[in-house]
């Protein structure tokens, strides 16, 4: 019974390194040259706003400007998607420059007994 358990307890390390070594085989082979290159540069849309807007303010804005679809391709969302989340997040905000931020309403401290 002794021997058998030694004889797992040896056999198990080598059989993770085995399992290792063919998961490095497998990721190093699915690279090419291309993948190891950094991603592209997205260039934020140029928008020009007078301070900072939610909701549906937001959402006109970018529409009066052209600009729902630009600024949704940037952010990897569509339209209705950027559209929804400006109009139901109430944290969600764009700035003067078009540029999506989430603002975070602090918490009432309590106070001290």
């Known amino acids: 019974m ?4 030694y004889l797992t307890l040896l056999t198990l390390p080598l059989g993770l390194l085995c399992a ?3 998961v490095r085989a497998d990721t190093a082979a699915a690279r090419t040259p291309e993948s190891l290159l950094p991603p592209p540069v997205k260039e934020h849309p140029v928008l020009k706003f007078q301070g900072s807007a939610s ?3 937001a959402v006109e ?4 400007a ?6 949704a391709q940037y952010h990897g969302l569509t339209e ?3 559209e929804r989340i400006l109009l139901q ?3 969600a905000f764009i700035d003067d420059t078009g540029h999506l931020f989430y603002k975070e ?3 009432l401290m309590m106070p001290a007994r």
């Open 20 to 22: 290792v070594q063919s």
């Open 61 to 64: 804005r970018l529409k009066n």
């Open 105 to 107: 309403r602090r918490p």
């Open 2 to 5: 002794k021997r058998l358990l």
């Open 66 to 71: 052209n600009a729902l679809a630009a600024l």
């Open 55 to 57: 909701g549906t303010a």
């Open 80 to 82: 209705s998607e950027l």
């Open 89 to 91: 997040a109430p944290t």
